[in-house]
């Protein structure tokens, strides 16, 4: 508010008193948020990196995994590690392309009609479902009859990407303008060679960015796998189709409430690997992201 | 015009009216002249029937009758809103791409029509082509860009592909420019270079028709008169259409001119485009028999 | 510049009818047909995972009838009363909610209102950090390191407490680190990045001119943010806020090893607890008969009550989204 004062002409100070200081405080708590989010990650970062580096190596890695009660210089999370690496190998597999041809369907096709918006608010909404359900959804639909096994846990992480892959897919092929399909039309393309050959290469670097962070989400994943691959071996279970199987974020489950220090090192060691590789997924996201936005710009 | 004159009060009734029917029969006489000196209009490439556009319930064009002839560039001109790139669109079929267009009326293609029930969209558009305001090269390679109409249409051997795709750049007078970075990326071409491109794609998969809307607009003078010079060029093996709001180049390269206007529904408050006039270049431009047309070409309006 | 020598062969078809009636290709239907297929495979799930789990857990409603709402869970004893567990999912859900909601909130206008742009992205990709721990992780951390942390603070509060009429009850002993407010705490970090990420995307809608228009006017950043800013988006943010409780209440395995594992119902927050996906995880592997079926039961109530938060909260995001884009 200015006040025109008689000596010096108007006053432009901040308003001042309380109005200003009511200001200066909701930005002060709004700093203080980001603060108090900071604090956490920071220390958990810095406690997983503190108390896994030492038992972090190449045979850690790599061994077979040893009784709980076992020390932390013995043995390793080498079959979790194999376990991690196919499980969630498979789960991409399958989820992936279904969710690309499920975002195509959404945004070249089925888009506003009735069926096409009930899919694309379920969808959402699947994004929401806690993945415990997954793991008790394929447990008494598959491992019921079919036994447990590193595939039953896969349909259960594929499950869990699937509409994190359909909705970051769709928002890429949004993004493709209009201009390119016409262009492709024009010169005889039918829908499907339009989609194929000109949408999705164009959306391809958002695409493969949103599915990478998608299968970093589900390697962290323990709750569908506890009821899908049993667990409890000690050496790796390479055949993911039949078989009880272990992964890295059930390794750290069992561990974590042990009162065996071993068991605990082994854990922190394994939280570690997951962090690291989770991470090593989000940069290559932003890179490929950054990369291919440069390369297809509009 | 004529109201103020009749008021000078200097020309009685009856020679008012003769000075009239002297300036009709001239016109007429001047009709005549033209179609006379008009070479006889070659073969129909397209004949449409009294063609009205729908977009769900509103009326965008109405009552559009036109022949196009081959090897010929038709123009269509008018104000914006008229309804010219939408006629343009009709003739292959793009419309189908925008929900709730329907199109009333037959349009013939060399006697076939266009909407039949059992015909098919890509086929139309494989023969008639399309070249679009804003350019819109595909983020591929150059030789990419050109050679994915023949590829989609079935042609794989890699040495008849060179071939379509140094024909094609040649016709749209692009290849000395790129003939040393055919694989680099469409995108980082000028704007006129890259309109030449999307040319080259639509020669590529070898059309009968090329309809081109407004592709000048988004360049500059220089682009622009390459690509008018690549349009006289070509004339002699395909049919062009053009939809242009420049005058001057509609007089420069065009045979035939269409003028498009919009009709105003006072009830609705909506606008329908409507074909006004349709005939020689030369005659719409200096000779024009609607007023509406009068008024458009000698600046007074839109 | 001349023209290269014509094509070879005729453009101009000798039959245009039957040039131009050609059959839609087999493959442009076949893939309309996948591609509406994977669509509707989203909706299969969905009903497949609600009759499945149901089925399973049919034989623990029969069983126990009205009483799957009883308040004693003893499989030793038989006993299979989900009272504590759905207890136990509220009030963690609560804290979470009450504890992440001002702090992302505050993190969605600082980004927005506060931050030059350029410092914006920093900020967004340290936020997003947060999701990028596993739960697991996050757990693991809560039991061995933050647990028996705060365990003192909690501690010293117990006894502070005790004796005060409404604070006891709430505050006071037992006191111990796993328990109903540490579980509610990690949940509170866990959700954070997707209610900040989602505020963040209604507040920016604000349209520019009425946040302008209350600057013109004089205001503080403080008055514009409540006078312009929070009318527009407080339906988007309550809808941020469902989903986040939502999140918090599925939250599986950093629950599973700090709530506690009891199956208490308390007004202490301090004490041990338990909640629906916990004692899931925590009590599947050894359970048989009427106590599996039982979990499983409780897995049905559980993804009902987060469907049917999803569906409310997504519908309410949705129409505030649309209403800001005009449509």
Redesign the interface.
């Known amino acids: 508010m200015a006040a025109i004062t008689q000596d010096r002409g108007p006053d432009l100070r901040e308003p001042a008193g309380w109005r200003r200081t009511k200001d200066r405080i909701a930005t002060l708590l709004m700093v203080v948020a980001f603060v108090v989010v900071i604090i956490p990650l920071g220390f958990v970062l810095f406690t997983v990196i503190a108390k896994g580096i030492s038992i972090i190596s190449v045979s850690f890695l790599t061994s077979p995994i040893p009784p709980l009660f076992a020390p932390a210089s013995e043995g390793g999370i080498g079959p979790a590690v194999l376990g991690t690496l196919e499980i969630t190998g498979l789960a991409t597999i399958m989820a992936v392309p279904l969710g690309i041809l499920g975002a195509i369907y959404l945004n070249e096709y089925g888009g506003r009609g009735l069926l096409g918006r009930l899919i694309g608010f379920f969808s959402d909404v699947m994004t929401g479902v806690p993945s415990i359900i997954m793991g008790l959804f394929l447990f008494s639909i598959w491992v019921v009859h079919f036994g447990f096994s590193g595939f039953a846990g896969a349909l259960a992480l594929g499950c869990l990407m699937l509409p994190i892959v359909i909705r970051s897919t769709y928002e890429m092929l949004r993004l493709v303008p209009g201009s390119l399909r016409e262009g492709s039309y024009a010169v005889g393309a039918t829908k499907s060679r339009v989609t194929m050959t000109v949408v999705l290469p164009a959306a391809l670097g958002g695409i493969v960015s949103g599915a990478l962070l998608a299968v970093a989400r589900a390697a962290g994943e323990t709750a569908p796998l506890l009821f899908t691959i049993l667990g409890g071996l000690s050496t790796a279970n390479p055949n993911p189709f039949s078989g009880a199987n272990i992964a890295i974020p059930m390794l750290i489950f069992n561990n974590a409430s042990s009162p065996y220090t071993g068991a605990q090192a082994r854990a922190w060691g394994a939280a570690l690997t997951l962090i690291a590789l989770a991470f090593i997924l989000m940069i290559a996201a932003r890179l490929i992201t950054a990369r291919f936005s440069r390369y297809s710009r509009y | 015009m004529e109201q103020a004159d009749q008021n000078t009060g200097n020309f009685s009734e009856p020679a008012l009216q003769q000075v009239q029917t002297a300036q009709q029969e001239a016109q007429t006489a001047r009709q005549q002249e033209y179609q006379k000196a008009e070479p006889a209009p070659g073969t129909h490439v397209f004949d449409t029937d009294n063609v009205s556009i729908f977009y769900g319930s509103f009326k965008a064009v109405t009552g559009v009758s036109l022949s196009v002839y081959e090897n010929e560039i038709t123009a269509f001109i008018g104000p914006s809103g008229c309804g010219k790139t939408t006629v343009l669109r009709t003739l292959?079929r793009?419309n189908d791409?925008v929900?709730g267009a329907r199109v009333e009326g037959d349009v013939q293609?060399?006697?076939?029509?266009?909407y039949?029930s059992?015909?098919?969209p890509?086929?139309?558009?494989?023969?008639i082509?399309?070249v679009?305001q804003?350019p819109?090269?595909?983020?591929?390679s150059i030789y990419d860009n050109v050679a994915?109409?023949p590829r989609?249409?079935g042609e794989r051997n890699k040495g008849r592909l060179d071939e379509i795709v140094?024909?094609s750049l040649?016709?749209a007078?692009l290849w000395?420019e790129v003939k040393d970075r055919l694989k680099h990326?469409g995108?980082g071409l000028s704007g006129g270079q890259a309109q030449r491109l999307?040319i080259a794609?639509?020669l590529?998969?070898?059309?009968?028709v090329v309809l081109m809307d407004e592709p000048c607009s988004a360049l500059d003078p220089i682009a622009t008169g390459a690509i008018e010079d690549l349009m006289k060029?070509?004339k002699s093996?395909y049919t062009i259409v053009i939809v242009t709001h420049n005058m001057q180049q509609a007089t420069r390269v065009s045979d035939r001119t269409a003028f498009y206007s919009v009709l105003r529904d006072e009830k609705s408050d909506t606008r329908t485009g409507v074909l006004v006039e349709y005939g020689r270049t030369e005659q719409i431009f200096e000779d024009p028999a609607d007023d509406r047309t009068k008024a458009y070409v000698t600046g007074r309006m839109g | 510049m001349s023209v290269a020598t014509r094509r070879a062969g005729p453009a101009i078809p000798a039959d245009p009818a039957r040039a131009l009636s050609e059959r839609r290709p087999l493959g442009d239907r076949g893939f309309q047909i996948l591609a509406l297929a994977c669509g509707l495979l989203v909706l299969a799930i969905l009903v497949l995972i609600a009759t499945s789990t149901s089925q399973q857990a049919a034989l623990w409603f029969s069983t126990e009838g009205i009483k799957v709402f009883a308040k004693t869970w003893n499989p030793a004893a038989n006993q299979f009363g989900a009272l504590p567990f759905i207890y136990g999912t509220a009030i963690t859900g609560a804290i979470a909610v009450i504890m992440a909601v001002p702090v992302s909130v505050g993190i969605a206008l600082l980004l927005t209102q506060v931050v030059p742009y350029r410092w914006a992205r920093p900020i967004v990709y340290v936020v997003d950090l947060l999701a990028v721990v596993p739960s697991v992780v996050w757990g693991l951390w809560g039991i061995l390191v933050f647990g028996p942390w705060i365990q003192h603070i909690y501690a010293s509060i117990g006894s502070a407490v005790q004796g005060v009429p409404v604070l006891d009850d709430l505050f006071g002993p037992p006191t111990s680190g796993a328990s109903f407010f540490t579980c509610g705490i990690i949940l509170a970090f866990m959700i954070t990045p997707i209610v900040t990420s989602l505020s963040r995307e209604v507040i920016a809608t604000v349209p520019a001119i009425d946040r302008e228009g209350a600057y013109a006017l004089g205001a503080t950043r403080l008055e514009m943010i409540r006078g312009a800013v929070w009318p527009h988006s407080k339906g988007g943010v309550t809808g941020a806020v469902l989903l986040g409780l939502g999140r918090a209440m599925g939250e599986t395995i950093a629950a599973a090893l700090v709530i506690g594992s009891s199956p208490t119902i308390t007004s202490h927050l301090f004490a041990p607890g338990y909640n629906m996906p916990a004692v899931i995880a925590n009590q599947f592997g050894e359970a048989s008969g009427v106590w599996r079926s039982g979990l499983i039961g409780l897995g049905v109530m559980l993804f009902a009550i987060t469907i049917i938060i999803n569906i409310i909260a997504r519908g309410i995001v949705d129409r505030s989204a649309r209403r800001q884009r005009g449509a």
């Open positions: 292959n793009m791409l929900e293609y060399r006697g076939a029509s266009l039949a059992n015909v098919s890509t086929a139309v558009r494989r023969r082509g399309m679009f804003k819109n090269p595909f983020p591929k994915y109409g989609i249409n140094e024909r040649r016709q007078a000395d990326s995108l999307c794609r639509t590529a998969v070898e059309p009968d060029e070509i093996e």
